[in-house]
């Protein structure tokens, strides 16, 4: 069964930075776009950010535009997502996606989730 398994969340005051890595257990990463979404409590989740196979292209939400980056080692099968300026509002469960066909902005659109890393930021 493919699997996508998040880490490198955890606690940080705001300002600082975490990055999260996603990994496929099972398989090699499969030449699809690979993203992340988010999801705090009570809210909707939310697109962060997206790359191509090649790693080419990438695309971020607004939200976050300009402080976090998303990167993919293929020949390693991870992918990053490195956060900067972290704040209090970025607090929330961290998905990993994969496999995407549609708007890569719904979530509805990525096949493959991983269980999700939490990332918590301190005022």
């Known amino acids: 069964q493919v699997q996508l398994i998040e880490s490198g969340g955890g606690l940080v005051q705001a300002g600082g930075s975490l990055r999260l890595y996603c990994a496929t257990s099972?398989?090699?990463?499969?030449?699809?776009?690979m993203g992340w979404f988010r999801q705090a409590p009570g809210k909707e989740r939310e697109f962060v950010a997206a790359i191509t196979w090649t790693g080419t292209s990438t695309f971020y939400g607004d939200a976050v535009k300009g402080r976090f980056t998303i990167a993919r080692d293929n020949a390693k099968n991870i992918m990053y997502l490195q956060m900067n300026s972290l704040q209090p509002e970025d607090t929330a469960v961290y998905y990993c996606v994969e496999d995407v066909e549609g708007n890569y902005l719904d979530g509805s659109s990525w096949s493959q989730w991983g269980q999700g890393t939490q990332v918590t930021v301190s005022s």
């Open positions: 099972g398989r090699t990463f499969s030449n699809d776009p």
